[in-house]
Nanobody, 130 residues
Framework: VQLQASGGGLVQAGGSLTLSCIVS????????SGWYRQAPGKGREPVSL????????YYSDSVRSRFTISRENAKNTVYLQMNNLKPEDTAVYYC????????????????????????WGKGTLVTVSS
């Protein structure tokens, strides 16, 4: 499995950025993909996930209503549209994927606070200035 992320950069607070990730190598069309992030001095945390089976989504409380995750099947690409960015969104963002059902992953995140996805891409840095 390969994950190729792009789209990070520097933006002022209140601005927008879109991250993209090309997902390849899964033997099945059914998998969960999305984004985690790691802020300076903190651990990795889930941001948003989407199911390739039915496009159901998961958002962390900190980004719900500001970020939108979507998929484009023809390009095997998952996007994260980030609006109204805040300085606390500054982090390295990682594209992630796993051949598991989103419901199961989201349930574990709810119980444990996080979940270690099987596949990780190289991170892309998002910096939000105040």
């Amino acid at each position: 499995v390969q994950l190729q992320a792009s789209g990070g950069g520097l933006v002022q607070a209140g601005g927008s950025l879109t991250l993209s990730c090309i997902v390849s190598g899964f033997g099945s069309d059914h998998y969960t993909s999305g984004w985690y992030r790691q802020a300076p001095g903190k651990g990795r945390e889930p941001v948003s996930l989407i199911s390739s089976k039915d496009d159901t989504t998961y958002y962390s409380d900190s980004v719900r209503s500001r970020f939108t995750i979507s998929r484009e099947n023809a390009k095997n690409t998952v996007y994260l549209q980030m609006n109204n960015l805040k300085p606390e969104d500054t982090a390295v963002y990682y594209c992630v994927a796993e051949d598991s059902d989103l419901y199961d992953i989201a349930t574990l995140i709810g119980r444990l606070g996080t979940y270690d996805m099987d596949h990780w891409g190289k991170g892309t840095l998002v910096t939000v200035s105040s």
